[in-house]
């Protein structure tokens, strides 16, 4: 059974950088079948699609946050990260890591297992 | 961009009640949207892809259906444990949910 598993602090002062991990059990993250990435979900935006990886370094960011952000990869610990820099309080959300699916065309992706989620609020 | 449209934000029915839920699309997405129902405190379920196929393990009176931009999702007997709020997520361009719609016990 996969699992995914996030982890990071709950708190981020304004401008500072958001920073997240998603362990990965029951398989394996170097997988050619699947990519991996963030969603987070706000009151204010809903559901919102951040970024997706592949294990070999290709990513995709949603133009809405690109400049900011990083997704990377560790293969030997069966993890991926996210990095969200110059946080504002918008940026407050939970942030959820799961699978991707490739869908329409390479950058195009579902969702088929998530982590539980993790909320992040940014606050001074 | 895209947008995704969604009705109704609410919708109040019974247990063994058929519903259905709509999700319109402001350009062509072709089949690329998914449906996931999202529970209080819950990461979201997948539970159908490429408007129609339902993905493995969700019950068979989950349904997905397409007509031009506008997308269907239907229960066809509502059981207790399917009162949750479902999205649809278009993959055509990016990825783009819609707003949700809340399914609560009338």
């Known amino acids: 059974q996969l699992l995914l598993q996030e982890s990071g602090p709950g708190l981020v002062k304004p401008s500072e950088t958001l920073s997240l991990s998603c362990a990965v059990s029951?398989?394996?993250?170097?997988?050619?079948?699947?990519?991996w990435g963030w969603v987070r979900q706000s009151p204010r935006k809903g559901l919102e699609w951040i970024g997706s990886?592949?294990?070999?370094?290709?990513?995709y960011y949603n133009p809405s946050v690109k400049s900011r952000v990083t997704i990377s990869v560790d293969k030997s610990k069966n993890q991926f990260s996210l990095r969200l820099t110059s946080v504002t309080a918008a940026d407050t959300a939970v942030f959820y890591c799961?699978?991707?699916?490739?869908?329409?065309?390479?950058?195009?992706?579902?969702?088929?297992?998530w982590g539980q989620g993790t909320l992040v609020t940014v606050s001074s | 961009d895209i947008q995704m449209t969604q009705s109704p934000s609410t919708l109040s029915a019974s247990v063994g009640d058929r519903v259905t839920i709509t999700c319109r699309a402001s350009?062509?997405?072709?089949?690329?949207l998914a449906w996931y129902q999202q529970k209080p405190g819950k990461a979201p379920r997948l539970l159908i892809y490429?408007?129609?196929i339902l993905e493995t393990g969700v019950p068979s009176r989950f349904s997905g259906s397409r007509s031009g931009t506008e997308f269907t999702l239907t229960i066809s007997s509502l059981q207790p444990d399917d009162f949750a709020t479902y999205y649809c997520?278009?993959?055509?361009?990016?990825?783009?949910f819609g707003q949700g719609t809340r399914l609560e016990i009338k």
């Open positions: 029951g398989g394996s993250i170097s997988s050619s079948r699947y990519y």
């Open positions: 490429k408007a129609s």
């Open positions: 350009q062509s997405i072709s089949s690329w």
């Open positions: 997520q278009q993959y055509n361009s990016y990825s783009v």
């Open positions: 990886m592949f294990y070999s370094g290709i990513t």
């Open positions: 799961a699978r991707h699916r490739v869908g329409a065309t390479l950058g195009t992706f579902f969702f088929d297992n």
